[in-house]
Antibody, heavy 120, light 113 residues
Framework: EVQLLESGGGFVQPGGSLRLSCAAS????????MSWVRQAPGKGLEWVSS????????YYADSVKGRFTISRDNSKNSLYLQMDILRAEDTAVYYC?????????????WGQGTLVTVSS | DIVMTQSPDSLAVSLGERATISCKSS????????????LAWYQQKPGQPPKLLIY???TRESGVPDRFSGSGSGTDFTLTISSLQAEDVAVYYC?????????FGQGTRLEIK
């Protein structure tokens, strides 16, 4: 069974940084695009960023472009999200999600999420 | 960005009755070269991550009960639950991946009447 396990969330002050990680198992990690999707408390889903299987192409929501960086290490079956210049509106549960294919498709597996709280 | 608009925002349906949720996109999500609509539906129960129900607008994900169906093309899509069960209480989201700027609808909360 595919497993995605996020880590790295926590409490940070505005302007600070955090690095999220997602450990993947039970599928050929390098063959699939991976994404981060977030959900603010009591709100809907917001796509954050995606990266193709090879890691050669990355995509970002306008709300995080220039502040967040997605990356992956296919040798470690791991996905990352470096979050800099954090704002209060970045407070959310961050989900790691597996794409259906190597391109930008729908998401067939999701992790349980990691909570990021940005507050002074 | 492609804006996804769901209706209604909330819906109460009796057990065993049909539930219908609409999703409209601000531009077509039909990729003409392969005739596929880049539209998915998800179910999210409280405290859980979303679960993929439908992809390519009408293809049911493995393991999803056949009471769930998706239809539509271009800019107008529908998720139908043919006979509502208690375990279907959830928030439902549509999502487009036609654009690399993926967007979700605002969600529809489905409850039992």
């Amino acid at each position: 069974e595919v497993q995605l396990l996020e880590s790295g969330g926590g409490f940070v002050q505005p302007g600070g940084s955090l690095r999220l990680s997602c450990a993947a198992s039970e599928f050929t990690f390098s063959s699939y695009a991976m994404s981060w999707v977030r959900q603010a408390p009591g709100k809907g889903l917001e796509w954050v960023s995606s990266i193709r299987g090879s890691g050669g192409a990355t995509y970002y929501a306008d709300s995080v472009k220039g502040r967040f960086t997605i990356s992956r290490d296919n040798s470690k079956n791991s996905l990352y999200l470096q979050m800099d210049i954090l704002r209060a509106e970045d407070t959310a549960v961050y989900y790691c999600a597996k794409g259906v294919g190597s391109g930008i498709y729908s998401f067939d597996y999701w992790g349980q999420g990691t909570l990021v709280t940005v507050s002074s | 960005d492609i804006v996804m608009t769901q209706s209604p925002d909330s819906l109460a349906v009796s057990l065993g009755e049909r539930a219908t949720i609409s999703c409209k996109s601000s531009q077509s999500v039909l990729f003409t070269s392969n005739n596929k609509n880049y539209l998915a539906w998800y179910q999210q129960k409280p405290g859980q991550p979303p679960k993929l129900l439908i992809y390519w607008a009408s293809t049911r994900e493995s393991g999803v009960p056949d009471r769930f169906s998706g239809s539509g093309s271009g800019t107008d899509f529908t998720l139908t639950i043919s006979s509502l069960q208690a375990e279907d209480v959830a928030v439902y989201y549509c999502q487009q991946h036609y654009s690399s700027q993926i967007t979700f609808g605002q969600g529809t909360r489905l409850e039992i009447k």
